[in-house]
């Protein structure tokens, strides 16, 4: 299993893209959580109204990305772990490739794809590179 957590905090506008891309993976045997840390937008209502299927951690405090990420690696429940960003957005097949590469290669101990820019504006993906 690979347990997919998005931390955020008051990024409602970015939620929409990243959560249906992330349930879009074709990876089946997976987990989302969604910590939040004390957002003063919508964001939590928002999962919770949209997403029920994804299981959301609304923090009583801002326990900042370092804080978040810890909590991710404490309450999730998969072989592997992704912190997540709220501004991702991924191909379907993308948790599938990294997965066989590092099932293939037992001395890799992170990996990541390439990232590419997405419009959010427009809501639209972009061939610009971001980081590889």
């Known amino acids: 299993m690979v ?62 990305y370092t804080g978040g990420a810890n909590q991710a690696i404490e309450v999730s429940k998969g072989e592997f772990v992704m912190i997540l960003n709220p501004d991702i957005v991924f191909e379907p097949d993308y948790l599938d490739v990294l997965v066989k590469r590092f099932k293939k290669d037992p001395e890799i101990g992170a990996i990541i794809g390439k990232l590419r820019k997405y419009d959010f504006e427009h809501n639209k993906k972009t061939n610009l590179i971001d980081s590889a």
Do not use: M, W
């Not at 409602?12 to 879009?24: G, N, Q, T």
């Not at 003063?40 to 299927?53: F, I, L, M, R």
């Open 3 to 64: 347990s997919l957590v998005i931390l955020n905090y008051n990024g409602e506008k970015l939620l929409k893209p990243c959560l249906d891309s992330v349930l879009a993976l074709e990876f089946a045997d997976k987990e989302v959580i969604f910590i939040d840390n004390l957002s003063t937008d919508n964001s939590v209502k928002y999962v919770k109204k949209h997403y029920p299927q994804i299981r959301v951690i609304a923090n009583t405090k801002n326990t900042g």
